[in-house]
Each structure stands twice: as C-alpha cells, then as structure tokens.
C-alpha cells in the first residue's frame, strides 16, 4: 500500500529504485511525510543516519565481531540499512529469520543463537549453510548433531546461565545452563565440534558495563574448573540507549570495559563475539501515531500495545514523545488553548481491547487534540518488531525520514548514511 501524494517525496524520480533507496517512500522530514500522507493508520519512522551511526559505532569500537540480533527489527529496509552500513553478521532464531537474511544476502553469515529450536529448523539452518548454533543442555547438543548428520564443521555456543545484575529486560529463567551443567555439556561437545564456543546475555538493556566483566570473569573460573579451552565467546546483547529516567553509559564504556576484562582474563586471542539489537536500531526508529480522540487527559491513538507499543503497555516504559501538527490542519481557524504547556497524558490503543491501554504519563503540548500526531520515540527496536494485526488494526506504512535531526534525539555529529543513499 502506498499512501502518498508523490509531491513530498524527498527524491522525486521515475524510477522506482531511485525514489525508494531502501525499497521505502523517503521523505526529507516528517512535516514533508505528513503533508503527503493519506494512509489512515499509524506509521512506522526509519532515520537511515542514525541507525548507520550505531552501526558504524559498533563495527568500530566493539572488541570483535558484531551480529545484528535481527529480533530487534527484521524490517527489511532496516536490514538493508544495516547492510549498507558495514553489517554483515547476523543472530538469527528461526526459519523465517534465515530466508529473511538470505534474501537480503548471500554473502551474509547467520548464526543461529536460538537455545531451543526444533529438528526441522536446525536441519533447514544446516542445509542453508548456518554453522554456528547455540545450545544450553545436552538434549539440544543431542537434537543438533543428530540432525545435522554429525557435522564436523559446526561451531558450537553453549549459552550459559547468568544472573541478571542491571538489566531493564531481564533475560535470566529460562535459558541457559548453570555451572555444573555447563561443565557437563562443555565436556561432551568439544570432541564433536570444530569450534567450541561460550555465549551468554547479561539482559537487554543493561544499564552497568560491570555486568559484561562479572560475567567474562564467571567464565575463566568455569573454563578453568572444567580444564577445557574455548575457541569463541560471544558477549551478547544487552548494549542499552538513552530512554527517559534512565541513567546509560556511552556504548565506548562498555566496548572499554569489556575489552579490558577480555584482556584481564585470559580471552584476548579468542574470536569475540556480540550481538547487539536495541543498541543497534532502536534510536533509528520510532512510531508516527494520530489522535483519534480525547477525553480530558486520556488520548485514544490508531496505535497501541498490540501494535509497536508493547514495551509502553505491558510493562509501562514512559517513551518520550513529540507532538507534531500537520500543516493542513494547523491551516484551521480557531486557536490552541495553550501553546507550549506540557501536561501528562494516558494513551489508549484503537482496539476494542480494555487492556490496550499506556500508562504514562506520556508529555506532551496541553493544548493537542483530534488530528495530531505523536512520535513517540526510540521504538526502531522491539516496536514495529512486534506489532500484531490484532482487531484489524495494523500499519503497513513505514518510510525513512532523512533530516535526522527532526527526530527524537540530539542531531548527529555527522551524516554517515547520508552519501550512500
Ligand atoms: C540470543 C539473543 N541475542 C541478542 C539479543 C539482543 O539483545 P539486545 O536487544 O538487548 O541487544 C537477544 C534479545 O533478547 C537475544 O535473545
């Protein structure tokens, strides 16, 4: 579906290629996309610069090799972002996930870091040339090299049980294997492997580097008690970003400490390993949705917590927010009541669901109303990614806004994107 009137796209042309560089309607800000959009639901905001930038930050600073967690957001123009961007390792889960890579590129290498697959998909991952795969108990060491007709070309990644120290999103319960297990499967897979490897994830949205170190020196004190050597170690996810009330280091502190840790305990020559996706994607992202209606402080959105706001439903996540007025309808006669005061509001979804509801408060100008839009920030990760079509509320429409600093996050030093678009 293509819910625009062409006069606002940021490369007019004739070619189809040309004008959607990332197979997306480009628009140098969201005044000009808002201007020409006729699509009645909410839209999902891509800032190519800014997701180019984590990349770039990552392929530089990051002490290994960094996969993109394709969970984060497996649109395909955020991929082809990525992509460009110097991307080309992906942490990929399912089968789905695989075709989705592999159509994106050939030359790209999947690592499926899944703890828990089925037969079928292991196979299938196998087949399509994946041949690194994770595993956190001696059944799944069983399941894959029984399906893969005992390969002796797989790289192994036993995921490791680990506390969750200062995680937002704890990930701890319900994978990974714990000491004595760990030892156990350590011992069982390194004769089957060619490389044997250790993987952990500290949680998602970490906000203390310390938690990468605690963990890196948990496993010199496994390795050692088990007398076995690793090949790889792969640090996870967990890198965070700025979201309101949050107190984050810069992404260099965690590089910095987690290099200085690898050094410290004995794992500078080993292949590392991270797989970052709210870090990569997140501030590249975010939710362009219309006030339906409102009831004193209550605002009743076409987008909601079945769509790309789940993290702000179900676990209550105070997003920032940004109102933005069409142009057309700020053309109308009467006055705001109020220009610049803020006031906190409660978001409801556009399904008939009673539990479709956002707490807040969300700030936003005290006088908006019916026709507005609110971009509600930072939702490049785990927003579009899981946005269902529940009650037949859904948006198809995603575009890729050019002039960063219309979003929500301080302007960019530089422009990296910029020239390959
Ligand atoms: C196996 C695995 N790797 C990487 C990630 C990405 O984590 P994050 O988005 O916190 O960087 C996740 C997220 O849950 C995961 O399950």
Redesign the pocket.
Known sequence: MFNFKPSQLAQPGILPDIDRPYGLPVFNSIADMLDSYTGDDAAYILYPQRVAARAEQFLAGFPGTSLY?V??NPHPAMLKILWSAGIRHF?V?SVREIDLIQALSTDARLYL??PVKSRKTIAYAYQSGVRDM?FDCLSELEKIIAETGRARDLNLHLRLAVPNGAAI?P?AGKFGADWDHAIECLVAARPLVKKLGITF?V????LDPEAYRSTIKYVRALLDTAGIEIDTLDC????PIQYPGMDVAGLETYFTTIQAALAEYGFSELEIFG?????LCAEGGSTLARVELRKGNDLYLNEGSFGSLFDAGRFAWKHETRRHRPVHASQQTWTPRTQDQQAGFRFFGPTCDSSDVMAGPFYLPDDIREGDWIEICNLG??GQALATDFNGFQSETTVAILEDNSSCNPPLASSPATSRI
């Open positions: 967690a969970k984060a942490d889960a870091m899944h994770a999103m990930l994830h949680g998602s949205q970490c996870g996810g967990g890198f797989e970052p996706g709210r870090a990760a785990y």
